[in-house]
């Protein structure tokens, strides 16, 4: 995932998390649960970004050499 995927991801959270604390102080359950589920897919989309990027890293699999 480049740059911008991460940063999408990122803002993706932030949003999630500003609905989340709206849902929790107005009392709206449906706001927070919204806000709590952007938030973890930002988070997800995150990581999976930073994961794919260690691979490309480090390509090793942790198979055997082969001789």
Sequence with gaps: MSIWGRAKAKVEELVGRAEEVYGESHGDAAAQLH???HRLEGEAE??????DEAVRRDPD?????VR
């Design 46 to 51: 995150e990581e999976a970004a930073l994961r």
């Design 35 to 37: 806000g709590e589920a």
């Design 61 to 65: 699999d942790g198979a055997a050499p």
